[in-house]
């Protein structure tokens, strides 16, 4: 069964600095999605970028951009210059692409993200 | 706002009771995800539904249920509810069978 892990339950960024949440992920699988979404206070599951694993090329999405690392099953996202509005909670996300596999996202637990003005 | 909607928005009801919590997708979205988020177990997926038609089932108990009716609009049916239930439940939408997802808002469901 895949499985994602976030191994930082909180960290802590400088307003206009750069901060990266890592994620790791275990499958036996050799195609499938990577997202990252956002969970403001509001609770509203925001979606924040997306990875298709047979793509080489690292996802970029404004001040967002993932590193990912398909050999070491890593899958980190980099915010620059953050911004008050950026503090929620971060979740990665896994999902299959196998004609027959579920659609269903598996998330890890979580990175609480706190920015200081 | 994703245009996925939930209603309601929030819900308290007590032990034993019967509640149903209802989701639109986004226009033209055939399938339909149900997540429940809980403190102790995080973000667990449910049940999904494409086009009126079950496809997936995760971690659901017996006393939950869903259905999609042919408008495409979504209902989950939680019964005998315990304590243990209360939660935030959300509702996902992807035009595809296995396209992006994205939430609606979320039920916070309190059981006393």
């Known amino acids: 069964a895949q499985t994602v892990t976030q191994s930082q339950p909180e960290m802590s960024v400088q307003e206009a600095e750069t901060v990266t949440l890592s994620c790791t992920y275990d499958?036996?699988?050799?195609?499938?999605?990577l997202f990252w979404y956002k969970q403001p206070p509001s609770r509203q599951m925001i979606l924040v970028i997306r990875?298709?694993?047979?793509?080489?090329q690292n996802a970029t999405e404004n001040r967002f951009s993932v590193n990912f690392q398909k050999a070491a099953k890593s899958f980190s996202l980099k915010i620059s210059d953050s911004q008050l509005g950026d503090a929620a909670m971060y979740f990665c996300?896994?999902?299959?692409?196998?004609?027959?596999?579920?659609?269903?996202?598996?998330f890890g637990k979580g990175t609480k993200l706190s920015v200081k003005p | 706002d994703s245009g996925v909607t939930q209603t309601p928005k929030h819900l308290i009801t007590a032990t034993g009771q019967r509640v149903t919590l209802r989701c639109s997708p986004r226009?033209?979205?055939?399938?339909v995800y149900w997540y429940q988020q809980s403190l102790d177990q995080g973000l667990q997926f449910l049940i999904q539904?494409?086009?009126?038609?079950?496809?997936a089932k995760g971690n659901i108990l017996e006393r939950f249920s869903a259905q999609q009716f042919p408008d495409l609009h979504s209902e989950l049916n939680l019964s005998s509810l315990e304590l243990g239930d209360s939660a935030l439940y959300f509702c996902?939408?992807?035009?595809?069978?296995?396209?992006?997802?994205?939430f609606g808002p979320g039920t916070r469901l309190l059981v006393l």
């Open positions: 990875q298709e694993a047979y793509k080489q």
């Open positions: 499958t036996s699988e050799s195609d499938y999605y």
């Open positions: 996300a896994y999902r299959g692409n196998y004609g027959g596999s579920q659609g269903n996202l598996i």
């Open positions: 226009s033209g979205d055939l399938s």
């Open positions: 996902a939408s992807s035009d595809t069978y296995l396209g992006t997802q994205y």
């Open positions: 539904y494409y086009n009126g038609e079950e496809r």
